[in-house]
């Protein structure tokens, strides 16, 4: 059996599409592509697909994962280009990698957020950063299936960072209004803090209120290096171990070549 993990995207109006949606899409791009999968035993097979840490819907993101398993082997490049033509635009399928690690889910633990904040002025947006970088617990509330439930969305934040929004940023809402841009990492914890609650947090330290919605974008996610506070790719195992690995037939081909060597001497 083979594994393939993918790197796929939300973009544009498709951020709003829902963790559901995009499973239903992606099956139908799997039997499009006529890929090999392998299916679950039992009364309802299903498709052996793994997903980890679905941006939450209304989120764009550069940097979804999942894992599928096949019955035969397949490249894995040609693999993705199959994929994503099967797919929506706005759905895309950017990368794929054969699975030669354990855990992926286990390497993503961080995520890299960008909120685009139109109507914003980039000093306001300073201003609520610094405040919330200096608060040493930022409760807010969040409903859930339950009930309504408080926790500290302060910790969770390892960097919180505020700049003015320029023209190679890309928008969903262009405008030639104030425009600030806010850049965070985001560990992954539970209860998980995500983008509006970090947003509310702001709002209950600093007042800031953007006049519209803001535009979420998650632009990484994975590991969290301690040393240098950066996100790692999830990915760079198994794309380490594919090239480190021998080509199929090496070792034969100079095993073959040994002994004429050895004869002609």
């Known amino acids: 059996m083979q594994r393939i993990r993918l790197r796929y995207t939300k973009r544009g109006r498709l951020r709003f599409t829902s963790h559901r949606d995009f499973q239903r899409a992606f099956e139908r791009a799997l039997r499009r592509a006529e890929v090999p999968m392998a299916y679950s035993a039992g009364f309802t097979p299903h498709p052996k ?15 979804e ?11 894995p490049e040609k693999l993705r280009a199959l994929l ?4 929506p ?6 990368e794929a990698v054969e699975a030669r ?6 390497r993503l633990t961080a995520s ?17 950063a610094e405040a919330f970088r200096a608060a040493e617990t930022v409760e807010v509330q969040r409903r859930t299936k339950n009930g309504m439930r408080t926790f500290d969305a302060r910790e969770a934040v390892v ?9 190679d940023v890309p928008a969903d809402r262009p405008s030639d209004k104030a425009c600030a841009i806010l850049r965070l990492v985001v560990r992954h914890v539970t209860p998980a803090v995500r983008p509006d609650d970090v947003l509310s947090g702001l709002r209950a330290v600093a007042d800031l209120a953007p006049p519209v919605p803001a535009a979420v974008t998650r632009l990484a996610q994975g590991l969290f290096d301690e040393e240098t506070g950066t996100v790692t790719d999830p990915l760079a195992p198994d794309r380490e171990a594919v090239q480190a690995a021998p080509h199929p037939g090496a070792a034969g081909s100079a095993a073959a070549k040994v002994p004429a060597v050895e004869g002609s001497a």
């Open 49 to 63: 697909v793994s997903y980890a840490n679905a941006a939450p819907t209304g989120t764009g993101s550069e940097a």
């Open 65 to 75: 994962y999942l894992e599928i398993a096949l019955t035969a082997q397949r490249d």
């Open 84 to 87: 994503d033509e099967s797919m």
């Open 89 to 94: 635009v706005g759905l895309d399928i950017v």
């Open 101 to 106: 690690t354990s855990g992926l889910a286990d």
């Open 112 to 128: 890299v957020w960008e909120l685009r904040l139109d109507g914003v002025t980039v000093e306001d947006a300073l201003r609520a």
């Open 159 to 167: 960097s919180l960072e505020a700049a003015e929004a320029t023209s």
